[in-house]
T-cell receptor
Framework: NAGVTQTPKFQVLKTGQSMTLQCAQD?????MYWYRQDPGMGLRLIYY???????DKGEVPNGYNVSRLNKREFSLRLESAAPSQTSVYFC?????????????FGNGTRLTVT | TQLLEQSPQFLSIQEGENLTVYCNSS?????LQWYRQEPGEGPVLLVT?????EVKKLKRLTFQFGDARKDSSLHITAAQPGDTGLYLC???????????FGAGTQVVVTP
């Protein structure tokens, strides 16, 4: 049981390049999330999807787009990368009620924009 | 935006000592979760607290949710090197399934 799988694990981009971060979960969870983690700032929500076919902005959505391709997959796209988007990106999923179900995180994508 | 502040930012202690990490907010949360994150990995849930005043114990870890559901603490008794990691608190706001994370407390336990 893989849980939440993120690809790639590492990526270096030049300013202005585009890329898509992939995320897939095999737990049949309805909700999926993209966070970025920066030193001293914790995890900040970029976008989330409460269910297949819906997406909503989080705290820091500017410069990003998302696609909930199906129940399993939730991708994050950077159309024109900027150095400020250098970060570690985490995808997470949530099954039932948060009272008895945690956020399940992938192991992250480490992105550097030069 | 409901701001969660964690303190201290960094804690270095010797094996066998006790430590407490705090998570404070001016806002009320419907639930609060504590996670531990190790280098190169995603956060992993330790506990969820829901009721004001609730205390939960997980072996040597004790979690408390404030009566007003605005703050929480994590106490570790007789810390071990395996407790080393980044401890994150996350509050669930009014919208179900949306979590606000604190900046984290880096704990280092040396033998």
């Amino acid at each position: 049981n893989a849980g939440v799988t993120q690809t790639p694990k590492f990526q270096v981009l030049k300013t202005g390049q585009s890329m898509t971060l992939q995320c897939a979960q095999d737990m049949n969870h309805n909700s999926m999330y993209w966070y970025r983690q920066d030193p001293g700032m914790g995890l900040r929500l970029i976008y989330y999807s409460a269910s297949e076919g819906t997406t909503d902005k989080g705290e820091v959505p500017n410069g990003y787009n998302v696609s909930r391709l199906n129940k399993r997959e939730f991708s994050l796209r950077l159309e024109s990368a900027a150095p400020s988007q250098t970060s570690v990106y985490f995808c997470a999923s949530l099954g039932g009620s948060s009272y008895n179900s945690p956020l399940h995180f992938g192991n992250g994508t480490r992105l550097t924009v030069t | 935006t409901q701001l969660l502040e964690q303190s201290p930012q960094f804690l270095s202690i010797q094996e066998g000592e006790n430590l407490t990490v705090y998570c404070n907010s001016s806002s009320v949360f419907s639930s609060l979760q504590w996670y531990r994150q190790e280098p190169g990995e995603g956060p992993v849930l330790l506990v969820t607290v829901v009721t004001g005043g609730e205390v939960k114990k997980l072996k040597r870890l004790t979690f408390q949710f404030g009566d007003a559901r605005k703050d929480s603490s994590l106490h570790i008794t007789a810390a071990q090197p395996g407790d080393t990691g980044l401890y994150l608190c996350a509050g669930e706001d009014d919208s179900w399934g949306k979590f606000q994370f604190g900046a984290g407390t880096q704990v280092v336990v040396t033998p």
